[in-house]
């Protein structure tokens, strides 16, 4: 299996090389940033497996989990997670992981874990069915927490531009999310999403 690693920096990911290298079959391609858009090296690369690594629980974590699964449809990602809330998984999996497994713990279960996912032997819904119960309550319990952060920020007046420069995504993606804000909310542009999201207390 051919695996890449997405991490914060090269000392971790190295860290994570250690750990899984031992895995049957297992070649590590190299490790991308997790600081920066992805998509395009993770596709050159056409990985069988990503580890992405989230080491502080991160929102921009699920933006580049959406990226990887963009860029490798096919491949198998799994996530080395901070916090292993089940509300948290349900989020990671909505935006493409296959498989989560705490990076707490004794690192022999992470190799495990890489060989049974790579070989179709893991299944795991992380509650999914609770998650997708609450949606129903309205609007508001349906939109993720970083689209509850872009509507915020485009209440407060900000741009697509400046949202992605704070939030270190693109302009695309930023648009991706209004795309479905505007589609939970049902509404048609961004003055009435702000309008929306000031009735509600998204902002004051």
Same mark, same amino acid.
């Given at each position: 299996?051919?695996?890449v ?6 000392? #971790?990911? $190295? ?5 899984? %290298?031992?895995?049957?079959g ?12 992805c998509g395009a090296? +993770? ?6 497996? /990503? ?12 933006e580049r +989990? %959406? ?5 490798a449809?096919?491949?198998?990602? /799994?996530?080395?997670?901070?916090d292993? $809330? ?8 909505? @935006?493409?992981? !296959? ?7 004794d690192?022999a279960?992470?190799?495990?874990? *890489?060989?049974?996912?790579? @070989?179709?032997?893991?299944?795991h ?8 119960? /609450? &949606? !129903?309550?309205g ?7 970083? $689209? ?9 007046? *900000?741009?697509?531009?400046?949202i ?6 693109? $302009? ?6 209004? &795309?479905? #804000?505007? %589609?939970? *909310?049902?509404?048609?542009? %961004?003055?009435?999403? @702000? ?8 902002? !004051?």
């Open positions: 299996m051919r695996v690693i997405v991490a914060d920096s090269a000392l #971790v990911a $190295e860290s994570i090389r250690g750990i899984v %290298r031992h895995a049957p297992c070649r590590i391609l190299g490790y991308v940033s997790a600081n920066r858009p090296p +993770i596709s050159e690369a056409g990985p069988d497996v /990503v580890i992405i690594d989230d080491p502080h629980g991160a929102g921009a974590t699920l +989990i %959406r990226e990887i699964r963009a860029a449809p096919s491949a198998k990602i /799994v996530l080395l997670a901070h292993m $809330e089940r509300g948290n998984l349900a989020e990671a999996t909505a @935006a493409g992981i !296959d498989a989560a497994i705490s990076r707490v713990g690192p279960r992470i190799r495990l874990l *890489l060989s049974a996912v790579t @070989a179709g032997d893991v299944f819904a992380f509650a999914l069915a609770p998650a997708s119960a /609450v &949606t !129903d309550s609007p508001h319990d349906r939109l993720t927490s970083r $689209e509850l952060q872009i509507l915020g920020m485009v209440a407060g007046g *900000l741009s697509n531009r400046r992605a420069a704070q939030l270190w995504l693109t $302009e695309q993606t930023v648009k991706f999310h209004l &795309t479905n #804000v505007f %589609r939970k *909310l049902d509404v048609s542009n %961004r003055t009435a999403a @702000a309008r929306w999201a000031t009735s509600h207390g998204v902002v !004051d």
